[in-house]
């Protein structure tokens, strides 16, 4: 990617990121924004600036940063375009770990632990179903299994809500759709540790996932250890599916649409594709938001549901250019 | 230079080996062949050096230091291998795909050094890539992409090559050209392990030929020990002479048209 592309990327991201506190059902200008952020202007600017507006945004960042550079570390990893936290089952895992922890009334501290528990046991669930159809090396076989898995555990959840009190199941159905209306400076200070690791060992692997990317065969040739590469790569998409599934449900077609933007305007190797995608990802979802809450005022529309409707029209562009 | 000793593979789930006591020997300065019908174990053996298929038997050795996964690295460095088949899953630019040779040597984090680069810029002229590097590896042809990919080999910077098939789906002059330059290669001291079917090339470029069948080692010497009619009609169950190529004299499988009723 050229200079001028990634300074675009950046832009982009900083004046999303402007505007979602900027625009609401309070509309503020950029300098009631600066005094509020600084403390400055009356008490009610300062709360929905600081409590309200801010940490969604950085949420929505840090949330769609994550589902970025995990969906493009799986598909480089699995060499499938198709590949992504949510289509993997990776997130379904971590949703089935979160549910539990919070019917269990579990300190927001373990719900990502949870997460994380259900997103590893998702991949080793998805394994162990595409191994038995004979196919662990076979990404297209892995990518099926994790179909299966993640159905499987959307179901498990849906079984789980059949019993529940008509307030906890709209809660949860909110959430399966993905929602940052909670955003807190406490949830934020969770969430990053997942995300900001998860990210951090992508970008360690990054040139092992360029070799990966080119076959097995050829990467064990070129001194790749894959099934450790390949796990590794798994475990920090299970730290990042813990970190945004605890802290935004379940958001789709971020992970993977953005990859495939990136690779469009340029990014060949995974250490940009995957920076890159965590940039794209959190512009994305921090816009995503602010037409969630903007577009039918008072209501919200869930985020998920936008994100999809963004990825939609998208994909069938490509589709149409690929047939 | 590498070497299969008594090495023996089965794949899971199947009664015959897919190797079954094979040993082989790949010196430094000569081009070894191994040839054989389709199905005999030649892919295999490429697969077990890299480690995709596990030994049941056997030990594999590249300049005295025994294959197994925890070398993997340090094997890198010193064999190269271009696979059946690669197809890359999503573009990358000619550049960035030669400089992935480098990885045995820089792993996860190390920037090019000077002899990094060394490595790359000859390996680009030894394959006369040149005009591609600012491409991206889905805009290339056949012929141009398996040069490519021994750039990439090269890249890596080893004395030892192995090729499985590295001319499929190449027209004459590129097939030639891939030969004259594993000929090169070998002339430099480089040890070349080809897997090949192209018996008739072959026999003009490899200084040894093994033949494989059916997981087994049935022969091996010079061209002309190997290229035997007798042996090569009953091995690819179809009749065949052998006649001396008119221009340079070397061994040449003409295979006859239809079955003899017998």
Redesign the interface.
């Known amino acids: 990617m050229t200079p001028l592309r990634w300074t675009l990327l950046v832009v982009a991201l900083v004046i999303v990121a402007i505007a979602g506190v900027m625009l609401g059902t309070m509309r503020l200008p950029p300098a009631e924004v600066l005094s509020g952020l600084l403390g400055r202007g009356t008490p009610m600017e300062i709360a929905v600036v600081r409590t309200l507006r801010l940490p969604r945004v950085v949420l929505a960042a840090l949330v769609g940063a994550g589902l970025g550079a995990s969906g493009a570390a799986l598909q480089g990893a699995t060499r499938n375009g198709l590949a992504e936290p949510y289509l993997l089952g990776v997130s379904g895992g971590a949703a089935v770990g979160a549910v539990i922890a919070v019917a269990l009334s579990a300190p927001p501290v373990v719900v990502p632990i949870a997460g994380f528990a259900g997103a590893l046991a998702a991949i080793a669930l998805t394994l162990v179903v595409a191994r038995a159809a004979g196919g662990r090396g076979d990404a297209r076989i892995v990518l099926m299994a994790g179909v299966v898995v993640g159905a499987f555990a959307n179901a498990a959840i849906m079984v789980a809500l059949a019993n529940a009190q008509d307030n906890v199941v709209r809660g949860a159905l909110w959430w399966m759709m993905g929602s940052v209306s909670d955003a807190s400076w406490p949830q934020i200070r969770i969430a990053v540790v997942y995300i900001a690791l998860g990210i951090m060992v992508l970008l360690a692997l990054a040139r092992a996932i360029d070799v990966l990317a080119l076959g097995e065969d050829t990467a064990a040739g070129l001194g790749v250890r894959v099934v450790r590469v390949s796990f590794a790569v798994y475990v920090a998409a299970a730290l990042l599916a813990a970190g945004t599934v605890a802290a935004a449900g379940l958001v789709g077609f971020i992970g993977l649409l953005v990859p495939h933007l990136v690779r469009m305007a340029g990014a060949r190797t995974h250490r940009p594709i995957i920076t890159a995608s965590a940039l794209a990802g959190a512009t994305l979802v921090v816009a995503a938001d602010l037409i969630a809450r903007t577009a039918r005022p008072p209501a919200e529309l869930p985020l998920g549901a936008v994100t999809a409707i963004i990825g939609v029209p998208f994909f069938l562009a490509r589709l149409r250019r690929l047939a | 230079m590498i070497g299969f000793s008594h090495v023996s593979v089965r794949y899971r789930g199947n009664r015959l080996r897919a190797l079954d006591d094979v040993s082989i020997d790949a010196p430094d300065g000569a081009l070894t062949a191994v040839v054989g019908p389709n199905g005999s174990g030649k892919s295999t053996l ?2 077990a ?4 298929v596990p030994l049941e038997y056997g030990t594999i050795t590249a300049d005295g230091l025994t294959v197994q ?1 925890d070398v ?6 010193r ?3 271009v ?1 059946q ?9 000619v550049r ?1 795909y030669v400089a ?2 480098r ?2 040597h ?4 190390r920037a090019q050094a000077r002899d990094d680069a060394d490595a790359i810029a000859s390996a680009v002229e030894r394959t006369e890539i040149q005009q591609y590097m600012d491409r ?1 590896i889905t805009e290339l042809s056949g012929g141009e992409w398996q040069r490519v990919r021994l750039a990439r080999a090269l890249a ?1 910077g080893g004395r030892t090559l192995v090729l499985d098939e590295p001319t499929t789906f190449l027209d004459v002059g590129h097939e030639m050209a891939v030969f004259e330059l594993l000929g090169r290669l070998a002339a430099d001291g480089m040890s070349v392990l080809l897997v090949s079917h192209q018996l008739n090339l072959v026999a003009r470029f490899a200084h040894r030929m093994v033949l494989l069948h059916r997981g087994r080692v049935v022969g091996e010497g010079t061209p002309a020990d190997v290229m035997q009619a007798s042996i090569l009609e009953s091995l690819y169950e179809w009749p065949l002479v052998v006649a001396r190529d008119p221009a340079v004299g070397a061994p040449a499988l003409i295979p006859l048209r239809s079955r003899p009723r017998s």
Do not use: C, I, M, S
């Open positions: 490429v697969r050096l890299v480690g995709q996964d993997r690295g340090v094997l890198a460095r064999v190269a291998v696979t088949r690669e197809e890359p899953a999503f573009p990358l630019g960035d992935l040779g990885y045995p820089l792993g996860l984090w991206t890596q």
